[in-house]
């Protein structure tokens, strides 16, 4: 019996005990100090107690070599086959301006097409789209730069889609800075919406720093006057807090103030918090960017100071949040990119993209749905292939169906290769994450 290559066995921050998780057997155990060190003595060639090593054994510590690799060639193909069923996110850009002229804007260099979005595109959008994906289960997000402008023309394209995406029977998702949406809410509850995404990077004048109209102008209140209206409608609202190091600090002040207007008891009301990053380009300098692993960090301290952070968001601390919820880990995780599997892309040029990260990028075009339909059959294969069973980096880390393998674009931008890594600080948030929330009972 040989020690599991995909164990994942760390200290746990701020306690003497350790963990240890095998996402492939589904084993997940918190070890006393006394059994920590002997793990680490077998790690190091010595000799264990026949009962630990028993029970490394029953929990899928200790394998077969043999027995582990064709589990783990079952599991892919458990993984295919669901990937197979899910269902796709169809992104839909009605264009790339925008009212706001946000500090770390990734798309302020794209060079927008004097061509605008016609009801033709349209057309041609659904036509696509149901003949590509016919029979799979699908939805469609539509984003920018600011889909919800408030122009009588955007409006009348806006209620267009919704009326097709209606016919077609799709839930309907919008990104939006959120500025318009009280213009916009009588529009939107006709339509079958499963969310809206707005983003709030603060209470007051912290967003209004980094989130302002072109030309200035502050624009806060107004998005909350939209989000209100949004709960009181019953349209889900998912609020975003895209965080860096100008701007962590409001977090505990955007949390009571979520809190305070009634928001997190709202069934309509969930929350994410956004890394910034470096994607293509932006503007905020690296020196204010957290990495992955410091940012949660971060908001680790921040919350052991203000707990009433938790109810307005939860961080997932890698799988551990699954754990806590569930009492279970989730299943291997072969591909964390979605890009031509579950994700697609398209403009109103008639450009057809990988996913989010690449649409817009006229390099990265994967073809045309319109005026006629083309497709960049290599390039859509080298999205499709990329998993951890394809980049070479993967194929020795024990973190690797935890990670997934990270972002394609990500990778793409760093190595010029989509079959390359794009690497999450597993066990460091694993760390974070079973001192967050199973700290207190183990400990």
């Not at 107004?222 to 989000?227: A, D, E, P, Q, S």
């Amino acid at each position: 019996m040989i020690y599991s290559k995909h164990n994942i066995f760390s200290r746990i921050t701020g306690s003497e005990n350790f963990f240890i998780v095998n996402i492939l057997s589904g084993s997940a155990d918190i070890l006393t100090p006394s059994e920590g060190r002997m793990l680490n003595d077998f790690l190091g060639g010595k000799a264990i107690a026949e009962e630990f090593r028993a029970n490394l054994m029953a929990q899928g510590y200790l394998v077969d070599g043999q027995e582990e690799e064709r589990l783990y060639r079952n599991k892919y193909l458990d993984f295919i086959d669901t990937r197979d069923e899910d269902e796709v996110q169809l992104f839909f850009v009605p264009n790339y301006s925008c009212n706001f002229a946000c500090t770390y804007c990734y798309q302020d260099e794209y060079a927008n097409s004097k061509q605008e979005l016609t009801t033709d595109v349209i057309d041609a959008f659904f036509r696509y789209v149901g003949h590509e994906f016919a029979g799979r289960k699908k939805y469609l997000t539509v984003f920018g730069g600011e889909p919800l402008l408030n122009s009588p023309k955007q409006k009348e394209l806006i209620a267009y889609m919704l009326k097709l995406a209606n016919d077609a029977n799709l839930e309907v998702c919008f990104v939006t800075n959120g500025y318009s949406l009280e213009e916009y809410t009588g529009i939107l509850a006709k339509a079958h919406i499963r969310e809206i995404q707005v983003t709030l990077d603060g209470k007051g004048s912290v967003h209004d720093a980094r989130r302002f109209l072109k030309g200035g102008g502050a624009t806060f209140e107004k998005i909350v006057k939209g989000i209100d209206a949004c709960l009181q409608a019953g349209l889900p609202v998912n609020l975003r807090m895209v965080i860096d190091k100008d701007n962590i600090d409001g977090l505990p002040e955007m949390a009571k103030f979520a809190i305070e207007k009634g928001w997190t008891r709202s069934e309509f009301f969930k929350t994410q918090l956004g890394r910034n990053y470096e994607l293509h380009h932006c503007q905020a300098t690296s020196e204010k960017l957290f990495s992955r692993i410091s940012l949660y960090e971060t908001i680790y301290q921040q919350v052991k100071q203000h707990p009433y952070i938790l109810e307005f968001y939860k961080p997932a601390y890698s799988v551990s949040k699954f754990l806590a919820e569930n009492g279970s880990l989730p299943d291997p995780l072969f591909d964390a990119c979605p890009a031509c599997k579950t994700e697609w892309a398209f403009d109103y040029t008639g450009q057809i993209y990988s996913c989010t990260a690449t649409v817009g990028k006229t390099d990265e075009s994967l073809g045309t749905f319109h005026p006629e339909v083309t497709r960049r059959e290599e390039m859509i294969s080298a999205w499709e292939n990329r998993d951890v069973t394809t980049i070479s980096e993967c194929s020795a880390c024990n973190m690797q169906l935890a990670c997934g393998g990270g972002c394609g674009s990500v990778a793409k931008n760093r190595t010029g290769s989509v079959c390359s890594t794009d690497c999450r600080p597993v066990k460091e948030l694993l760390e974070l994450g079973f001192s967050a929330f199973f700290g207190q009972e183990h400990s």
